[in-house]
């Protein structure tokens, strides 16, 4: 059984930082990938940044240049660090993990920016 359980949401303001953590039941390199979605209310369910398990990196043209993905197989994490942050990424987060067409949720954390 596949747990992801995110942490790091939080309420901050306009241009600000916050860090994103997921840790996996297991070994992360088990998965094809892994990454992190958000959906604001009323909105579907977005993809924001994608790690494969080779390595390669993938980002949402919203959050290019602001936002990082990264991993460490060592403690089954999977980060997302978010920078310069605006109103419009308000959302639930959530943690994803890829195994061939089955795929694996966290619970979502919160994240709101605002003033």
């Known amino acids: 059984q596949v747990q992801l359980v995110e942490s790091g949401g939080g309420l901050v303001q306009p241009g600000m930082a916050l860090l994103l953590s997921c840790v996996s039941s297991?070994?992360?390199?088990?998965?094809?990938?892994m990454g992190w979605y958000r959906q604001a209310p009323g909105k579907q369910r977005e993809l924001v940044a994608k790690?494969?398990?080779?390595?390669?990196?993938s980002y949402a043209d919203s959050v290019k240049g602001r936002f990082t993905i990264s991993r460490d197989g060592t403690t089954k994490m999977v980060y997302l660090q978010m920078t310069e942050l605006k109103p419009e990424d308000t959302a639930v987060y959530y943690c994803?993990?890829?195994?061939?067409?089955?795929?694996?949720w966290g619970q979502g954390t919160q994240v709101t920016v605002s003033s």
């Open positions: 790690i494969t398990v080779g390595g390669t990196t």
């Open positions: 297991m070994n992360i390199f088990e998965f094809n990938s």
């Open positions: 994803n993990a890829k195994i061939l067409q089955d795929d694996y």
